[in-house]
């Protein structure tokens, strides 16, 4: 098993940056992936970004390519979501979520592949 606990989420105002930070532990032998998930009210949870564990590729949803950076540090089990520029419509609960998982996977990921989730932090983006 591994367990993911979410921090970073808040409210800020439209430009303004937050950073999400994940931390895993337990079996984390078991992942190659972690990923990031935001999902609001009446809508279906969508990807944001994902990053193969140790080795950088990554994938970023159109929405948030150019203001938003997943990255990792492996030596404390610890993932984050740079959040820049940010604008109301990326409102929602974030989720970080992890899974081992094949590369095309990982550039195509879906709420299934992933076997992990933590309990979601919030962000609010007000104009």
């Known amino acids: 098993q591994v367990q993911l606990v979410e921090s970073g989420g808040g409210s800020v105002q439209a430009g303004g940056s937050l950073r999400l930070s994940c931390a895993a532990s337990?079996?984390?032998?078991?992942?190659?992936?972690m990923a990031w998930f935001r999902q609001t009210p009446g809508k279906e949870r969508e990807a944001v970004a994902t990053?193969?564990?140790?080795?950088?590729?990554?994938y970023y949803a159109d929405s948030v390519k150019g203001r938003f950076t997943i990255s990792q540090d492996i030596t404390k089990d610890m993932y984050y979501l740079e959040m820049n520029s940010l604008e109301p419509e990326d409102t929602a609960m974030y989720y970080c979520?992890?899974?081992?998982?094949?590369?095309?996977?990982?550039?195509?990921?879906?709420?299934?592949?992933?076997?992990?989730w933590g309990q979601g932090t919030q962000v609010t983006v007000s104009r």
């Open positions: 979520a992890a899974g081992r998982v094949y590369f095309a996977t990982m550039m195509r990921p879906r709420v299934p592949d992933f076997d992990y």
């Open positions: 337990g079996y984390t032998d078991n992942i190659n992936c």
């Open positions: 990053i193969y564990t140790g080795s950088g590729p990554q």
